[in-house]
Nanobody, 127 residues
């Protein structure tokens, strides 16, 4: 229970794209909110995007990534994705996915509310 594994980070130039994946254990994935967070050195962890894994509700995004990032899910593989485009240097951070304890998403995301966390994947945007 509560296993999340991120992948897909790396180094890209400004304007580039990356897709992060978050593989979630089945019991944690079902009817739950999965959030993406990031933390840059010296800064607090912030919620970037979130999606509920059941039904047709809309995902959530912070203003700074709207129009550039897209969160999606694959219920067949219990995987949540974060497609990041038009990346900027200020997007550089460690990115984490996290899960609530089977609840709807509440915005803004509060890291302390999330019970389960992945190990993180580094995203670096630099020329």
């Amino acid at each position: 229970q509560g296993e999340l594994v991120e992948s897909g980070g790396g180094s890209v130039q400004p304007g580039g794209s990356l897709r992060l994946s978050c593989a979630v254990s089945a019991d944690t994935y079902t009817r739950n909110c999965i959030g993406w967070f990031r933390q840059a050195p010296g800064k607090e962890r912030e919620g970037v995007a979130a999606i509920y894994t059941y039904g047709g509700g809309s995902p959530y995004y912070i203003n700074s990534v709207k129009g550039r990032f897209t969160v999606s899910r694959d219920n067949a593989t219990n995987t949540v994705y974060l497609q990041m485009s038009s990346l900027k240097p200020e997007d550089t951070a460690m990115y984490y996915c996290a899960a609530l304890s089977r609840d709807y998403c509440h915005w803004p995301l509060v890291p302390g509310n999330f019970a389960f966390w992945g190990q993180g994947t580094q995203v670096t945007v630099s020329s």
